[in-house]
């Protein structure tokens, strides 16, 4: 969980927590949320469409995130996305998990 292959692509599991960490900013529409993430990483991530949208209305389904329809930067209508109380607890309860298994690999990719 938590890398990319070469070709950039994200590995199952780590979605969720980079959406959540994306939206911990503030609210953002769907395209910022991706835009946010392959910036952040220097662009080593990228976030399909066909990946993020579906887990944003997972997530908004299951209460960790809400969203309203708005007007994007391009005066387009989009539908914005923010953390809930629930998604936020999400974010620091994956924070801390993510610290543990990263420092986990890298004792066990650094052991001779």
Not at 3 to 21: A, Y
Not at 26 to 55: C, D, F, R
Not at 56 to 68: D, Y
Not at 78 to 86: G, M, N, S
């Amino acid at each position: 969980m938590g890398q990319t292959s070469d070709s950039g692509e994200l590995i199952q599991g780590t979605l969720e927590m980079l959406i959540l960490k994306a939206l911990f900013r503030g609210p953002l529409h769907g395209y910022n949320v991706a835009e946010w993430i392959q910036q952040t990483s220097q662009q080593m991530l990228k976030v399909e469409e066909g990946a993020l949208y579906p887990a944003l209305h997972r997530m908004e389904l299951r209460g960790l995130l809400k969203s309203k329809w708005g007007t994007s930067d391009n005066n387009r209508r989009a539908k914005f996305y923010e953390l809930t109380v629930e998604g936020q607890k999400k974010l620091n309860a994956e924070a801390q998990r993510w610290a543990r298994l990263s420092s986990a690999v890298a004792f066990v990719m650094q052991a001779s």
